[in-house]
């Protein structure tokens, strides 16, 4: 990586146009002057073309210089990702399990488009992706394919639509506007829901709210209104976090004992609280999980986490084909993968059990099962070691129990 690097900076430094550009002006710009030469006075003509003639083309030799730099840094930096990443074919999709399901693909895509507020282009996917035979009236919903073919009815492919669109109004305000209002009211006409799900975020508003207003709100450099802020900040304390005061008592008493602190934040305790630059950020994606949560649907779009993960598995993919074409060798199960691939602890999303006896992981049709001595294995291991309809022996234990006796783990 360090020659691909160093092309890199070169490229950086000298690849540009800015010259080449510059250079060309300079010419347009003298072309310019004879024109307006020859304009005012025909009889110069023949004298002033004659005088541009060396001018235009040491011009042109110029920027012919300039752009033959550039095509010799652009050629070494090509160079040197060829030599870096070498063109290797993709895996086939012999094994793909998702090859005959192109409906699922569709809806994966088409609810990415609608997660990112893309609603019309989400229509327009879906009645490209599966045409219809016959031609729609012109007065028909623009959205019926999009009912049809996410599995959802007109009514609740509505309520959808609305409830992303109202999700990235409030993200706008919160981002751009610094405006937290909206996304306070959201968190406290759903504050219900939120509660069950042990979430913190309406809290979490209101403090990022009392941080802003102490801060002096949209004019923190005002010192005036630093000092009016700080009274705001107080008055909207007592009026909103009286609701918060059984669960968060400290964090609101942090918030008071701050105010002693005020002329100098940045060297008290309280500074991760009043001087967070990434809290605004934090708090978005905070109410993006939530606001997805209370619909049933994960934070980050299931597109997204599927393409990046195969994007992570592919170069282990392609050297087990690779291998598997030398050795002759054949993908034998379709729904695990053969090898292992390490993915990052955000896209662990459910428990994994391998059994000890047959050293093959569990799936929904051969389930765990826990005997009466706390020890697990897959539910075909449990078959053979109890074939005999008779008690048998744990393998890991002196107990002794009967099939019947096992229970299914949900992990």
């Known amino acids: 990586m360090e020659a691909l690097s160093k092309e890199h900076d070169k490229l950086l430094a000298k690849g540009n146009l800015s010259k080449s550009v510059e250079d060309v002006q300079k010419t347009i710009d003298l072309l310019k002057r004879a024109r307006d030469a020859v304009a005012g006075n025909h009889s110069v003509a023949t004298l002033t073309l004659a005088k541009l003639q060396h001018p235009v083309k040491q011009s042109f030799e110029v920027v012919n210089s300039d752009l033959k730099e550039i095509h010799k840094v652009l050629g070494d930096y090509s160079k040197a990702l060829d030599k870096k990443f070498k063109d290797k074919p993709l895996p086939t999709n012999d094994y793909d399990a998702l090859s005959s399901q192109p409906s699922l693909i569709n809806r994966a895509i088409a609810m990415h488009l609608l997660r990112e507020g893309q609603f019309s282009v989400a229509s327009q996917f879906l009645e490209d992706a599966a045409p219809r035979m016959e ?51 959201w968190a406290k006409s759903n504050r219900h829901a939120l509660e069950l799900r042990g979430s913190n975020l309406e809290f979490d508003l209101g403090r990022l709210q009392f941080v802003w207003l102490f801060s002096g709100g949209p004019y923190p450099d005002d010192p005036n209104s630093v000092l009016e802020g700080q009274s705001r900040a107080l008055e909207y304390a007592r009026q909103e976090f009286r609701h918060f005061q059984g669960r968060y008592l400290r964090e609101i008493q942090q918030l008071s004992g ?13 500074r991760p609280i009043f001087l967070n630059n990434g809290a605004w950020d934090d708090l978005a994606n905070s109410f993006t999980r939530e606001f997805c949560s209370l619909l049933g649907l994960s934070a980050d779009s299931p597109l997204y986490i599927a393409t990046t993960a195969g994007a992570i598995a592919l170069p282990t993919l392609v050297k087990l084909q690779s291998i598997m074409k030398v050795t002759r060798t054949e993908w034998s199960t379709q729904h695990e993968l053969p090898v292992e691939i390490p993915l990052p602890p955000a896209y662990h999303f459910h428990a994994i059990f391998v059994c000890p006896v047959s050293k093959e992981q569990t799936t929904d049709d051969n389930p765990p099962m826990m005997m009466p001595c706390g020890h697990v294995v897959a539910h075909d291991s449990l078959g053979r070691l109890g074939k005999s309809h008779n008690r048998f022996k744990c393998p890991y234990c002196p107990s002794e129990s009967h099939p019947n006796e096992a229970k299914k783990l949900f992990m």
């Open 258 to 270: 701050a105010m002693a602190f005020c002329p100098n934040l940045a060297q008290s305790p309280y």
């Open 135 to 185: 031609s729609k009236p012109e007065d028909s919903n623009p959205y019926e394919s999009l009912d049809h073919d996410l599995g959802i009815d007109s009514r609740q492919s509505e309520e959808l639509r609305e409830q992303f669109s109202n999700m990235y109004r409030i993200l706008h305000e919160l981002k751009n506007q610094r405006n937290l209002l909206p996304a306070i009211a």
